[in-house]
T-cell receptor, first 111, second 118 residues
């Protein structure tokens, strides 16, 4: 049982480049989330989804976009990378009345 | 708006001694409280949760947490620390109707580094 799988594990981007962070879960969870983790700041919610075809903004959505075409996948898109987006990104999923299950993260550096 | 405070950036404990990692919260309605642990280069792992019922909640790896409504606290505890408990610990909260992660996810504290010295 893979749980939540994130790819890539590491990525270096130049300012202005774009990329997609992939997230897939095999637990048939309805809820999926994207968080970013910055040192000493905890986790901040970027976007979330309550089911296929439904997404909504979290606390820090600017500069990001998401889609949820299937229950399993929840990719995060960065269109014009900026140094402020240097962070570790975590995808998570949960079912009804269950804790969040996290992936192992994607470490992104924008230079 | 809901919030979580973890007042200590770092807690140092000698192996075998009891440990406490502090957490206070602010939320509208009934709080749903969680503790997660993060090891280096890994995602967060669920330790325990409080939804309702007994104020003392037991979780994974011998950890427990005590919910105190009057003090709006949910401190993480363990009677005897192990070196392998060294990690980053996060307290999280959401309020209102509980449904899994909830439609709007969890609000996390900034994390507390727990260091267990041999």
């Amino acid at each position: 049982n893979a749980g939540v799988t994130q790819t890539p594990k590491f990525r270096i981007l130049k300012i202005g480049q774009s990329m997609t962070l992939q997230c897939a879960q095999d637990m048939n969870h309805n809820y999926m989330y994207w968080y970013r983790q910055d040192p000493g700041m905890g986790l901040k919610l970027i976007y979330y989804s309550v089911g296929a075809g439904i997404t909504d903004k979290g606390e820090v959505p600017n500069g990001y976009n998401v889609s949820r075409s299937t229950t399993e996948d929840f990719p995060l898109r960065l269109e014009l990378a900026a140094p402020s987006q240097t962070s570790v990104y975590f995808c998570a999923s949960s079912g009804a009345n269950s804790p969040l299950h996290f992936g192992n993260g994607t470490r992104l550096t924008v230079t | 708006a809901q919030s979580v405070a973890q007042p200590e950036d770092q807690v140092n404990v000698a192996e075998g001694n009891p440990l406490t990692v502090k957490c206070t919260y602010s939320v509208s309605g009934n709080p749903y409280l969680f503790w997660y642990v993060q090891y280096p280069n890994r995602g967060l792992q669920f330790l325990l949760k409080y939804i309702t019922g007994d104020n003392l909640v037991k979780g994974s790896y011998g950890f427990e947490a005590e919910f105190n409504k009057s003090q709006t606290s949910f401190h993480l505890k363990k009677p005897s620390a192990l070196v392998s408990d060294s990690a980053l610990y996060f307290c999280a909260v959401r309020g209102g109707l509980y449904s899994g992660g909830g439609a709007d996810g969890l609000t996390f504290g900034k994390g507390t580094h727990l260091i267990i010295q041999p």
